[in-house]
């Protein structure tokens, strides 16, 4: 799908969080938000699946304006994995079958097995949640955003809490597979050379506000 | 008509305000006990002892004075103790919009359902001089109730906003996702009452019995009816911790299905907040 903010803005108490961006992403593509810490790019990603209400302009996802959706379906359809798995107590298996059960739809155990495997946790299906190391963790974190066949994906930081090892092998999958189901894709990091990686196009906020946005190997040059 | 009450009294006044201080004396030895170390509580015990003695003595000449009121006198009591139990328990939301009113309503409903079958069943008279004691004990537990529910429901969410979120997130209905904290809070108000049940009259024989025993009751009929006084507390704390948390789980949301209720929304932004989410229980 394509995401486009028209003027997003959100103020809370006469603090300005974001303001004012307006950025269009297509399907395929991945956006990178960089900037320093306290520059609005959380505050900005929250806007995009309505987990925060903006306060002024909006977003469109392919030219519908969002607030036409259930903010239920919405969130479905634009995925987010965020900077800890937040994974709910119980095995893996039933973690990836949440999204899809909360519209009524039950996965098969093949189901579960194939989206296992796409993030490389063959056989994890019965494993509990609180045996997973950080690394597993996020990789079911991701595969139960998957389980939702989103067609959008957003990811808040999710490599900032693992080692290196393990943050290169999740910046790997989520590029295959953003590439694989041509998923548009925003992504929140503080690592200019994760951004580097992975993102088509980079924009950098500052303040809340948008101070530039472009193919990534221009805006990060000096970076 | 109340310098004749208190000239009849007189006798027992002096004796009771003599054992009132020695009640005082008793609890500012332990306060005392509790600054060697170092839990501060003078202030709060000073104030706290003397608006009960003060309320209860208030308390005591209006029950002499309205002894013989009726039954609507008797309610219009009780919907002001409701009241006040109201605003007692809604100070452990004050961010909460409309938090007097979540507690009024849940309060009411509890003591309310009770008493009102209390009365229909005989177990209850509309005698004031019994409606309002017992209803009192009634409208105390729920608000009780009413309070752990909020503080419990409150502490549970703020703890746990990064796995709503992940919920809402996928698209869980705001209820699916605070499921748990609902049944923690509704489980916190009656948790207490159910332990005054199991310990009756193993760990306590309670007021109700000990004055029914003392104004010549048959010790058998006393204690059944104190049965039947906590079962109806266990009853009126439910419906209240029940219909309070469902409320406070109504406010906790924004109708766009976004999380509202949240650590010091006020003083922190999101970005940090995100930061400072506890890991996953």
Same mark, same amino acid.
């Given at each position: 799908?394509?995401?486009?903010?028209?003027?997003?803005?959100?103020?809370?108490?006469?603090?300005?969080?974001?303001?004012?961006?307006?950025?269009?992403?297509?399907?395929?593509?991945?956006?990178?938000?960089?900037?320093?810490?306290?520059?609005?790019?959380?505050?900005?990603?929250?806007?995009?699946?309505?987990?925060?209400?903006?306060?002024?302009?909006?977003?469109?996802?392919?030219?519908?304006?969002?607030?036409?959706?259930?903010?239920?379906?919405?969130?479905? &359809?634009?995925?987010?994995?965020?900077?800890?798995?937040?994974?709910?107590?119980?095995?893996?298996?039933?973690?990836?079958?949440?999204?899809?059960?909360?519209?009524?739809?039950?996965? &098969?155990?093949?189901?579960?097995?194939?989206?296992?495997?796409?993030?490389?946790?063959?056989?994890?299906?019965?494993?509990?949640?609180?045996?997973?190391?950080?690394?597993?963790?996020?990789?079911?974190?991701?595969?139960?955003?998957?389980?939702?066949?989103?067609?959008?994906?957003?990811?808040?930081?999710?490599?900032?809490?693992?080692?290196?090892?393990?943050?290169r092998g999740i910046e790997d999958l989520v590029l295959?597979?953003?590439?694989?189901?041509?998923?548009?894709?925003?992504?929140?990091?503080?690592?200019?050379?994760?951004?580097? &990686?992975?993102?088509? &196009?980079?924009?950098?906020?500052?303040?809340?506000?948008?101070?530039?946005?472009?193919?990534?190997?221009?805006?990060?040059?000096?970076? | 008509?109340?310098?004749?009450?208190?000239?009849?009294?007189?006798?027992?006044?002096?004796?009771?305000?003599?054992?009132?201080?020695?009640?005082?004396?008793?609890?500012?030895?332990?306060?005392?006990?509790?600054?060697?170390?170092?839990?501060?509580?003078?202030?709060?015990?000073? =104030?706290?002892?003397? !608006?009960?003695?003060?309320?209860?003595?208030?308390?005591?000449?209006?029950?002499?004075?309205?002894?013989?009121?009726?039954?609507? @006198?008797?309610? +219009?009591? +009780?919907?002001?103790?409701?009241?006040?139990?109201?605003?007692?328990?809604?100070?452990?939301?004050?961010?909460?919009?409309?938090?007097?009113?979540?507690?009024?309503?849940?309060?009411?409903?509890?003591?309310?359902?009770?008493?009102?079958?209390?009365?229909?069943?005989?177990?209850?008279?509309?005698?004031?001089? %019994?409606?309002?004691? @017992?209803?009192?004990?009634?409208?105390?537990?729920?608000?009780?109730?009413?309070?752990?529910?909020?503080? !419990?429901?409150?502490?549970? %969410?703020?703890?746990?906003?990064?796995?709503?979120?992940?919920?809402?997130?996928?698209?869980?209905?705001?209820?699916?996702?605070?499921?748990?904290?609902?049944?923690?809070?509704?489980?916190?108000?009656?948790?207490?009452?159910?332990?005054?049940?199991?310990?009756?009259?193993? @760990?306590?024989?309670?007021?109700?019995?000990?004055?029914?025993? @003392?104004?010549?009751?048959?010790?058998?009929?006393?204690? =059944?009816?104190?049965?039947?006084?906590?079962?109806?507390?266990?009853?009126?704390?439910?419906?209240?911790?029940?219909?309070?948390? +469902? +409320?406070?789980?109504?406010?906790?949301?924004?109708?766009?299905?976004?999380?509202?209720?949240?650590?010091?929304e006020r003083q922190q932004a999101p970005d940090r907040?995100?930061?400072?989410?506890?890991?996953?229980?």
């Amino acid at each position: 799908m394509t995401l486009e903010t028209k003027h997003l803005s959100r103020t809370v108490v006469d603090r300005v969080l974001v303001s004012d961006i307006s950025v269009q992403v297509q399907p395929g593509e991945v956006l990178a938000v960089v900037g320093p810490s306290g520059a609005g790019k959380s505050s900005f990603l929250r806007l995009l699946n309505r987990l925060d209400e903006p306060t002024g302009g909006t977003v469109c996802l392919n030219g519908r304006d969002y607030r036409e959706l259930a903010p239920r379906e919405l969130r479905r &359809r634009v995925g987010m994995v965020m900077q800890m798995a937040y994974l709910f107590p119980g095995t893996v298996a039933a973690n990836v079958a949440f999204g899809p059960r909360q519209c009524g739809e039950r996965l &098969r155990p093949e189901q579960i097995a194939s989206l296992l495997d796409r993030v490389g946790l063959f056989g994890y299906q019965e494993r509990d949640v609180s045996n997973l190391s950080g690394g597993e963790a996020q990789r079911v974190s991701l595969a139960r955003t998957l389980a939702n066949a989103p067609e959008a994906l957003l990811l808040d930081e999710p490599t900032s809490a693992l080692d290196d090892v393990s943050a290169r092998g999740i910046e790997d999958l989520v590029l295959s597979i953003v590439r694989e189901r041509r998923m548009t894709c925003v992504i929140v990091t503080h690592n200019a050379v994760q951004a580097h &990686r992975i993102a088509d &196009r980079t924009m950098i906020l500052e303040a809340g506000k948008l101070v530039t946005i472009g193919p990534t190997k221009e805006v990060l040059r000096d970076r | 008509m109340i310098a004749e009450l208190l000239n009849n009294l007189n006798s027992d006044i002096v004796m009771g305000m003599a054992q009132a201080a020695g009640a005082i004396v008793l609890c500012a030895a332990v306060v005392l006990l509790c600054r060697r170390f170092a839990v501060h509580v003078e202030r709060e015990t000073a =104030i706290s002892a003397a !608006r009960g003695l003060v309320q209860m003595v208030f308390v005591g000449l209006v029950l002499a004075v309205l002894l013989h009121g009726n039954l609507l @006198v008797g309610a +219009l009591i +009780l919907l002001a103790m409701t009241f006040a139990a109201a605003v007692t328990a809604s100070r452990r939301a004050r961010d909460i919009k409309g938090s007097l009113l979540l507690s009024f309503y849940a309060i009411a409903a509890g003591s309310g359902v009770v008493i009102a079958g209390m009365l229909a069943t005989g177990t209850l008279t509309a005698d004031i001089a %019994v409606l309002v004691p @017992v209803g009192s004990m009634i409208i105390a537990n729920a608000m009780n109730a009413c309070a752990q529910s909020i503080e !419990r429901f409150r502490a549970d %969410v703020t703890a746990h906003v990064g796995q709503i979120e992940a919920g809402l997130a996928l698209g869980a209905d705001p209820g699916v996702t605070v499921a748990p904290y609902v049944q923690g809070a509704v489980y916190a108000s009656l948790l207490p009452r159910l332990d005054m049940l199991k310990s009756l009259g193993l @760990v306590w024989i309670p007021g109700v019995m000990a004055g029914m025993m @003392v104004s010549g009751a048959s010790p058998i009929y006393a204690g =059944i009816y104190q049965f039947i006084i906590v079962a109806m507390i266990l009853a009126a704390s439910g419906i209240a911790g029940l219909i309070v948390t +469902l +409320l406070m789980r109504a406010r906790a949301f924004s109708a766009a299905a976004q999380l509202t209720l949240r650590p010091g929304e006020r003083q922190q932004a999101p970005d940090r907040l995100a930061k400072s989410m506890p890991s996953p229980s």
